[in-house]
C-alpha cells in the first residue's frame, strides 16, 4: 500500500458514492440500535428499492444525541430525523429530493453549531464495518505518511508539539510518554490501546469503537512506529460487545488491506494487533492493573515506579494509551501540530468528547473544544434541565471526579481548571443533577463504587472506602453525628495520601467536592434529620422526634 | 524434559472442543485464561469448579490463579443463570435517572436479592456498572437485550411475561 493506492481506493469508494442521489445514514449505534434502528435500515431499503430513486442506505455508527434516537441523517441535505421508526420509512424515501418530513425533523441547530469534530468527525458518516469509508475520509493517509515521509522520531515532535495530553483521565503529556517508550532498551515494545472504559456514565469510547475503530487502529500504528513497537493489544470490555464485534472486522478488514501485518507499505515496520476482553473489573483503567489482565492475572495494580514505560507487559517497555487519545494522532499527524494546537486553551489542547447524561434533555455525546465553559455545555448544546427542574451541580470524573456546583459553572473545561474545582477531567463522563438528587447520596454512591472495585491489595483503599461507605450510610440514614463528619474528612486525607494507584488516591474526591460545595447538605442530614431532595430514607421516628422539638 | 500433555476434554460435550479451540488459538500459553474463561462462560453459562480445574490444568496454571481470576471478575459468574436474565444499569447516569427504585421493585416483585435466582431456577436478577447505553438512562438487558427509558411499569410487566412462560 502506498498513498497512489490509498488515493485509488478513496476515489473508487467517493465514484460509488457519487453515483446515488442521496445517501441515508441510518444510526447503529448501542443506544439506536436498542430501539431496533437495524429495522429502521431494513425498511428504508425496501422502501428505496420499490421507489426506484437513486439512494443508498449506509449503516453509521453514532451520531451523539442519543436522546432523540433512532436517529436517521439524509445527506447532501443534511437533514436528521429523530425518534424514527420503521413505518416512517416510506415517508423519508418519497421524500427525497423534495421537502423533509416536517414531523420527524430534528431542529436542534445549537447542539450541533457550537461542536467540533475531530475525533467523532466520521462518526455517523461511515459505515464502520468498511475500511473503504474510512480511506474514503482521508483514512490510514497519516500512517502512510509517517512511515513514508517521517522518521520516528519527527511522529514524536509532532504530537508533543501537538499539546495533546492523555484522554483517560490523567492528562499526561502524549507526546512525552511517546518518548519515553521510545527510549527504553529493549527489542520488544508493545503498544496497549486502553478501552476497559470502567467509570460508570461514560460511554465515549464505546462509541468511537462502535463508530469508526479504524482510527484507533490507525492511531496505535502510527504510536508503533513512533516507538518501535510490533505489537499491540486492545484492552476492552466485556460489556461492549458491539464494540467487539466491530474491532474484529476492522482488524480483518486492515489486514486485507495490507495495513496491518508485515511490512506495511513496504517499509521494514511491522504491526500486529490482538484483542482482549476486559473482565468487569473497574480497576483495570489503572495501567498496571490492565498490564497484570492482559497477562492472565487478577487485575491487582504494581507501585509506580517502574513505570510501563520502561517496564510493562511482560516486562517490556510499554506506550498503553486511552481510546480517544489514538483517535486523535491521525488527524494531528495528518493536519500539523500547528492545526491542532490552536484548539482548545493554554494548557489543554485540542478537543475532548463528553457523554453527556443525567437530568438533560439532550443526553448523548458531545465534542467541543477544549476550554468551552461548563454553562455552554450544559445548557447551550445539552439544552439544559428539563422538566422544569433546577440545575444543582455536574459530576465530571467519574468515581475519581468531583461535583461543580452552579456558581462554578462558567469555569472553562481543561485538566487544571477541573482539578482546581475540585474535580477532574476524567474519561469525559459529564452526568448533571437536578433538584431531585441528594448529594450526600450521590457521594455514597461513588464511595460504595470504589469500595466494590478495590482491588483489596492495598489496605487504605480497601478498608477505607468501607469505613467512608459506613460514615455516609450513617449520615444517610439519619443517625449521623458532627464527629462522624469530621472522622469522614480525617478518612480521605488518610486515603488520598497512602493508596497504592489511582482507584483509592481519588476515591475520596466525590465525598470532598461535595463537602466543599454542598456541606450544607450534610449538615441538613446530620442536625435536622432531613433529607433536601427527599431521596434519603430518614426513619420516620428520628424525623418526627426532630419536628416536635423544633415545633 | 517430557512434552506437556493437556488433559482430556472433561466430557464428550461438544462445546469443550470450543473451550479447547481457544487454548489452542493461543498456544496455550498461561497469559490466555482469562480469554479462555470468557469462552467457557459463553459456551456453558458460568464457570463450574470442573470447567475451572480443566482450564487450570490445561494451561498449567495454578489451580488457585485460575479460581483467583473467576472470582475476581465480576463478569465471570460461579453459578449457573436463570432460563431468563433480567439485568438493571446501576451506572452513574442510571443511578440519577431512578435505577435503584427499578431494582428495589424487581427484587420485592421476585421475592429474591440481587445477583440470586429464583428457586424455580426462571429468572436472574442481576446488575451491571455501566453497560454504556447513558443517553438512554435507565437501562435494562432483557436476556442481554438492551432497552432504555425503562420505567418500572415496563420491567414488571416483562418479569410477569417471563413468569407466564
Known amino acids: 500500500m502506498n498513498l497512489e493506492e490509498l488515493e485509488q481506493i478513496a476515489e473508487s469508494t467517493r465514484l460509488e458514492n457519487s453515483a446515488f442521489d442521496h445517501e441515508i445514514n441510518v444510526c447503529m449505534g448501542t443506544g439506536c440500535l436498542s430501539q431496533h434502528s437495524d429495522k429502521i435500515r431494513d425498511a428504508l431499503s425496501t422502501e428505496v428499492a420499490a421507489s426506484g430513486k437513486k439512494a443508498m442506505v449506509r449503516r453509521t455508527g453514532c451520531m451523539g444525541l442519543c436522546a432523540a434516537g433512532p436517529l436517521v441523517l439524509v445527506d447532501p441535505d443534511e437533514t436528521l430525523y429523530q425518534h424514527v421508526n420503521a413505518g416512517h420509512a416510506a415517508s423519508i424515501v418519497s421524500s427525497l429530493g423534495g421537502e423533509p418530513v416536517k414531523s420527524l425533523q430534528c431542529n436542534l441547530r445549537e447542539h450541533f453549531d457550537d461542536q467540533v469534530h475531530v475525533v467523532l468527525e466520521n462518526s455517523g458518516h461511515i459505515d464502520p464495518e468498511r475500511i473503504e469509508d474510512y480511506i474514503s475520509r482521508d483514512g490510514y493517509k497519516a500512517l502512510v505518511k509517517a512511515l513514508t515521509e517521517m522518521e520516528p522520531k519527527d511522529v514524536i515532535k509532532e504530537i508533543t508539539d501537538s499539546g495533546l495530553r492523555g484522554r483517560g483521565g490523567g492528562g499526561y503529556p502524549t507526546g512525552l510518554k511517546w518518548g519515553t517508550v521510545a527510549k527504553a532498551s529493549g527489542d520488544i515494545k508493545y503498544v496497549i490501546c486502553n478501552g476497559d472504559e470502567g467509570d460508570p456514565g461514560a460511554f465515549m469510547d464505546r462509541s468511537v469503537l462502535e463508530s469508526d475503530p479504524q482510527r484507533v487502529l490507525e492511531g496505535m500504528a502510527i504510536a508503533a512506529y513512533a516507538v518501535g513497537a510490533s505489537k499491540g493489544y486492545i484492552y476492552v470490555r466485556a460489556e461492549y460487545p458491539l464494540a467487539v464485534q466491530r474491532l474484529q472486522a476492522s482488524l480483518r478488514d486492515a489486514r486485507r488491506r495490507g495495513l496491518l501485518g508485515h511490512n506495511i507499505c513496504n517499509t521494514p515496520f511491522s504491526f500486529e494487533v490482538e484483542i482482549r476482553l476486559g473482565a468487569g473489573a473497574f480497576v483495570c483503567g489503572e495501567e498496571t492493573a490492565l498490564i497484570a489482565s492482559i497477562e492472565g492475572k487478577r487485575g491487582q495494580p504494581k507501585p509506580r515506579p517502574p513505570y510501563p514505560a520502561v517496564s510493562g507487559l511482560w516486562g517490556k517497555p510499554t506506550l498503553i494509551n486511552n481510546v480517544e487519545t489514538f483517535a486523535n494522532i491521525a488527524p494531528i499527524i495528518r493536519n500539523g501540530a500547528a492545526w491542532f494546537s490552536a484548539m482548545g486553551s493554554a494548557r489543554s489542547k485540542g478537543t475532548k468528547v463528553f457523554a453527556l447524561t443525567g437530568k438533560i434533555k439532550n443526553t448523548g455525546l458531545v465534542e467541543v473544544p477544549m476550554g468551552m465553559s461548563l454553562r455552554q455545555i450544559i445548557e447551550d448544546i445539552g439544552g439544559g434541565v428539563p422538566d422544569g427542574h433546577k440545575f444543582k451541580a455536574v459530576q465530571t470524573g467519574g468515581p475519581s471526579g468531583g461535583c461543580i456546583p452552579e456558581e462554578l459553572l462558567d469555569l472553562g473545561i481543561s485538566y487544571d481548571a477541573l482539578i482546581g474545582a475540585g474535580s477532574m477531567m476524567g474519561s469525559g463522563g459529564m452526568i448533571v443533577m437536578d433538584d431531585t438528587s441528594c448529594m450526600v447520596n450521590v457521594a455514597r454512591f461513588f464511595v460504595e463504587f470504589c469500595m466494590t472495585e478495590s482491588c483489596g491489595k492495598c489496605i487504605p483503599c480497601r478498608a477505607g472506602t468501607a469505613q467512608m461507605y459506613t460514615l455516609l450510610t450513617r449520615i444517610c440514614s439519619g443517625d449521623g453525628t458532627m464527629a462522624d463528619l469530621d472522622l469522614l474528612v480525617d478518612l480521605c486525607a488518610t486515603i488520598k495520601e497512602t493508596s497504592l494507584c489511582g482507584l483509592g488516591m481519588s476515591a475520596p474526591n466525590p465525598v470532598l467536592s461535595t463537602l466543599r460545595y454542598f456541606k450544607d447538605e450534610y449538615i441538613e442530614h446530620i442536625v435536622h434529620k432531613r433529607c433536601p431532595a427527599d431521596v434519603c430514607a430518614i426513619q420516620a421516628s428520628v424525623a418526627v422526634e426532630t419536628e416536635e422539638v423544633t415545633a | ?165
Not at chain 2, 6 to 26: A, E, F, H, Q, Y
Not at chain 2, 128 to 140: D, E, F, K
Open chain 2, 1 to 165: 524434559m517430557q512434552a506437556f500433555t493437556p488433559p482430556p476434554l472433561p466430557s464428550d460435550d461438544k462445546r469443550w472442543k470450543i473451550v479447547n479451540g481457544t487454548m489452542r488459538k493461543n498456544g496455550f500459553a498461561r497469559h490466555a485464561l482469562i480469554e479462555t474463561l470468557h469462552t467457557v462462560q459463553s459456551c456453558f453459562g458460568f464457570l463450574d469448579e470442573n470447567a475451572i480445574r480443566f482450564v487450570a490444568q490445561s494451561l498449567r496454571v495454578p489451580l488457585s490463579q485460575a479460581y483467583g481470576v473467576a472470582t475476581f471478575y465480576h463478569y465471570f459468574s460461579l453459578k449457573p443463570p436463570g432460563k431468563h436474565t433480567m439485568t438493571i444499569c446501576t451506572g452513574t447516569a442510571c443511578y440519577i435517572k431512578g435505577t435503584d427504585k427499578l431494582l428495589a421493585s424487581a427484587e420485592k416483585k421476585l421475592g429474591i436479592e440481587q445477583g440470586l435466582t429464583t428457586k424455580d431456577g426462571n429468572i436472574s436478577l442481576m446488575t451491571a456498572r455501566c453497560v454504556g447505553a447513558c443517553g438512554r438512562a435507565p437501562v435494562i438487558l432483557t436476556d442481554g437485550e438492551l432497552r432504555g427509558q425503562m420505567t418500572g411499569e415496563q420491567m414488571i410487566e416483562q418479569l410477569e411475561r417471563w413468569v407466564v412462560e
